[in-house]
């Protein structure tokens, strides 16, 4: 956002997301001056867990799991009873906070929120 800000597009500028957000950027941008509009181009469905991934979840075998957002580390905790033998990479702290309940599990945040650093906190793990 900074970087946007210290070279302020004169035009008007469209901020592509999910229909579920957090951060309000269209609108904090706005305040800054910027002609924002923001346009929810997919909406992220939270679907159970099926039997098969719970057995697995449950079965005490490390398991990695790479949570990507407040909302789905939520969803996920709210799923997951036995956290032995779990590993979860988060994205950020603020999908980490969302993790509560889950005592059992191993939980690390990503050196750097975004896919990169996913992939270097997983392989990290996997050695």
């Known amino acids: 956002m900074t970087a946007l800000l210290a070279d302020a597009p004169s035009q008007h500028v469209m901020h592509l997301s999910g229909v579920h957000t957090r951060g309000a950027v269209a609108e904090r941008l706005q305040e800054k001056g910027l002609d924002v509009v923001r346009h929810a181009i997919y909406d992220q469905v939270l679907e ?25 580390a939520q969803h996920f905790a709210g799923q997951c009873k036995n956290a032995n033998g779990v590993e979860i990479i988060a994205l950020s702290h603020a999908v980490a906070e969302k993790l509560d309940g889950l005592a059992e599990a191993k939980i690390i945040v990503a050196d750097h929120p975004d896919a990169s650093g996913m992939m270097r906190s997983i392989e990290k793990l996997m050695l």
């Open 48 to 72: 159970p867990l099926t039997d098969a991934a719970l057995a697995v979840l449950e079965s005490g075998v490390r398991v990695l799991v790479p949570l990507f957002s407040p909302r789905t």
